[in-house]
């Protein structure tokens, strides 16, 4: 094992130590570890858990979390909290963990041999405390401080096999909580002092965030490509037999860290081996193994064709010695379909590669299965007209079917990504600086899908329909009967009953969705059985909402720029690819969450 192995994750764990001061986004703490419950994850009590997650590079050559030049540890965690994220998918590579040649280097020596003095500056100025350090010998002190009381003896045998000081674990915390700083002692915490054990792991506190392991690659560098070597079982880098061996070392250093809640085995198999028997010979090898060396965590399943195709687990399903910790993930962008966005109508585009993913990966859920689509994401510039068509079909069919994910990615910035210094990531929710959010508008789009519509044990109303609006990430809510409808916060959002008839009624009240005339706004009325009052959803989409103006004409439900919902003329339905639909998406979600629910 390496000693770098430490600082892929100390950034993830050093921003854990912080979350006392901060406030989190979630609706109750999570009972770990996580199982599953059919299509759900749930927790220990048997409640619905959504991961809502944000990936976080640590694979590249220098094989450090990225961004720890640009900004101290916990400003960003601080950041990562304040965006409505509960969990982190954190890559590493498999060689951190199998090669002693990369593992014996410090931080320093990993950005001196890529000649990157400039990011060496920049993590003594922001993160000074881990320039210098040890790795390994670190690694397992820090990740024992995020445990809670049940993790003191092993937080005593470890810090007993490598002697160090209180002094070398505040180090370890750019900004080193109350309890830490009052504990700095010349004392050595030895097993003779369990009393200091229980001050440190008691001023750490619970915490509420999830970290997901990621084997993103087994070389460290860019991924992918068919041609890497690192694609699948075989290839050049990726020998199975190293790749179980890092997966078990992994797994069992995580072994009793609660937070860390789930391993994904592989990111993105592909290339000219990747066939269906050795992916089951060898995933299931790999499940087995994290299983066996630790039991509490979830094991997440890739599939073949950079993770877009699981089709063939449709007749023939896993087979384990376990159950109840197996999810399978999926990897859905724009560019997954060229720039079929770009090129055709929307809708059309939309129905035909929501077809496709349904067939491919979307049907496991229909059977039963967790499925987490670990990577999606956009140029977050707003300028790239396929993202930006592909994510309003992404954020429709994201809140129908209510899946876990993972945008990619945090990164505003690389220390070095193939062969480029500096280079600016366009797809990073953080600036090039790691201080701003690069879109705040995207934040907003996203922000009703990092809470579960529905699962187990969420059952604040009745199960009702939610109509969400993907463009903005708002739903459509009513102050009063006579005011015109408009969309505001999803957890704000009316309750809507829709019947077998195509009426769109208020949960529990007389009053239904109508529309009038053209570029009127929609309202409600109680005389619901006219036209004027069904509402259908056309187009290949599903997503347009159809009904008829007081004078026959056919019209469709939209939104004006004050946000108030209006009856427009219908627009790119089909074969026209100049337009964009979007402002005339709406999709009708299933929810049993109330509308009080913060």
């Known amino acids: 094992m390496g000693r770098l192995l430490f600082f892929s994750f100390v950034s993830i764990f050093s921003f854990l130590a912080t979350f006392s001061e901060v ?12 199982s599953t419950d059919s299509r759900w994850i749930v927790d220990e009590n048997g409640q619905r858990v959504k991961l809502a997650c944000v990936n976080w590079v640590s694979h590249l050559e220098v094989v450090v979390a990225e961004g720890l030049s640009k900004q101290p540890m916990d400003a960003i965690s601080k950041r990562i909290l304040s965006m ?60 024992t401080l995020m445990l809670n009381v049940g993790g003191l003896v ?8 490598y002697q160090f000081s209180l002094r070398d674990i505040c180090f370890m915390f750019p900004k080193p909580n109350t309890a830490l700083s009052l504990l700095y002692t010349s004392q050595t915490l030895t097993k003779h002092n369990p009393i200091v054990f229980q001050a440190v792991v008691s001023s750490l506190g619970d915490n509420n965030v999830m970290v997901i392991l990621d084997n993103h690659i087994s070389k460290p560098g860019w991924c ?63 499940a087995e193994a994290v299983h066996s060396a630790n039991p509490d965590v979830i094991v997440i399943l890739s599939g073949l064709n950079y993770d877009k195709d699981l089709s063939f687990l449709r007749n023939r399903p896993v087979s384990l010695t376990f159950s109840g910790k197996i999810v399978f993930e999926a990897h859905w962008y724009g560019f997954t379909d060229g720039e079929a966005w770009k090129n055709g109508n929307s809708n ?16 496991l859920l229909d059977q039963g299965w967790p499925l987490f689509v670990s990577e999606f994401g956009v140029d977050q510039r707003g300028t790239n007209v396929n993202d930006n068509r592909f994510l309003g079909c992404f954020l429709g069919v994201a809140a129908e079917l209510d899946f876990d994910w993972a945008l990619w990615t945090l990164v505003g910035s690389y ?39 529905r699962g187990p044990g969420l059952s604040e109303a009745n199960p009702h329909k939610v109509i969400f609006h ?77 009904s008829k103006a007081s004078n026959g004409t056919t019209v469709c439900l939209d939104v004006d720029s004050n946000n108030t919902l209006v009856a427009n003329t219908c627009k790119c339905l089909s074969k026209d690819n100049t337009c964009d639909p979007e402002n005339q998406w709406f999709k009708l979600v299933n929810s049993t969450r109330s509308s009080t629910m913060k």
């Not at 890559?91 to 090669?99: E, I, Q, R």
């Not at 959010?437 to 922000?447: C, E, G, M, W």
Request: charged share 15%; aromatic share 10%.
């Open 23 to 34: 406030v989190i986004p979630q609706h109750h703490v999570t009972a770990l570890p996580l």
């Open 84 to 143: 409505g994220f509960n969990c982190v998918r954190l890559t590493w590579p498999v060689f951190l963990v199998t090669n002693d040649t990369l593992g014996s280097l410090t931080v320093r020596q990993s950005f001196q041999i890529h000649g990157l003095l400039e990011s060496i500056s920049g993590i003594q100025a922001n993160n000074p405390s881990i320039i210098d350090l040890s790795l390994l010998d670190v690694y397992q002190v820090f990740i």
């Open 154 to 161: 092993r937080l005593q045998a470890t810090v007993q096999q």
């Open 224 to 286: 992918c490509s068919n041609s890497d070597g690192n694609g699948f079982f075989g290839d050049q880098y990726f020998d199975p037999d190293v790749w179980i061996t890092g997966l078990t070392r992994m797994a069992s250093m995580f072994k009793g860290v609660p937070n860390v809640v789930a391993m994904s085995l592989r990111n993105e198999l592909r290339g000219p081996k990747q066939n269906v028997n050795d992916w089951y010979r060898y995933m299931q090898k790999g």
């Open 348 to 363: 059309q585009v939309c129905g035909r590669v929501v077809d496709n993913m349904m067939r491919m990966s979307g049907f």
């Open 415 to 453: 220390y070095l990504r193939q062969g480029v210094v500096g280079m600016n990531e366009y797809y990073g929710v953080l600036d090039s600086n790691w201080r701003e959010a690069r879109n705040p508008t995207f934040l907003q789009q996203i922000s009703a899908l990092q809470s579960p519509f």
């Open 470 to 546: 993907p463009s903005t990430g708002l739903c459509v809510l009513r102050k009063s009967m006579l005011e015109p409808l408009r969309l505001g916060p999803c957890t704000k959002s009316e309750a809507w009953n829709y019947t077998p008839q195509k009426i769109l009624s208020v949960k529990g009240t007389y009053f239904c969705l109508q529309t009038d005339d053209l570029a009127k706004p929609a309202k409600l009325g109680i005389t619901c059985t006219d036209s004027n009052t069904k509402w259908e959803t056309i187009s290949d989409s599903k997503m347009h909402l159809s």
